[in-house]
């Protein structure tokens, strides 16, 4: 059974960084589609960043290019989201999400139905 666990998440002041870590047991493959989202209250679940543990550039949203980058570790099966920058309106509770492998090269990867799924962990950015 494939399960993730989110950590780092906290709070911070605007203009500092986080680093979450999704630490993904279970997968028989090190090649899968690992993606974090963010729901931020009265909004609607938004794809933050997707990579493909595989190889391969990493996808990100506009609202976060070049603040925040993902990669990975595969020797300790983890997904990292290292994010600079902070702003308030990145607030949000923060989840990893994972699936197979070619999930990653779909037309929208930030905006497929991934099968696993974290507990999310909260970050918050106060200005």
């Known amino acids: 059974q494939v399960q993730l666990v989110e950590s780092g998440g906290g709070s911070v002041q605007a203009g500092g960084s986080l680093r979450l870590s999704c630490a993904a047991s279970?997968?028989?493959?090190?090649?899968?589609?690992v993606a974090w989202f963010r729901q931020a209250p009265g909004k609607e679940r938004e794809g933050v960043a997707v990579i493909y543990t595989g190889g391969g550039s990493p996808h990100y949203a506009d609202s976060v290019k070049g603040r925040f980058t993902i990669s990975h570790d595969n020797e300790k099966n983890t997904v990292y989201l290292l994010m600079n920058s902070l702003k308030p309106e990145d607030t949000a509770m923060y989840y990893c999400a994972a699936d197979v492998g070619w999930v990653c090269f779909a037309a929208q990867p930030l905006q497929s139905p991934y099968n696993y799924w974290g507990q999310g962990i909260q970050v918050t950015v106060s200005s």
């Open positions: 279970g997968y028989t493959s090190n090649n899968k589609c």
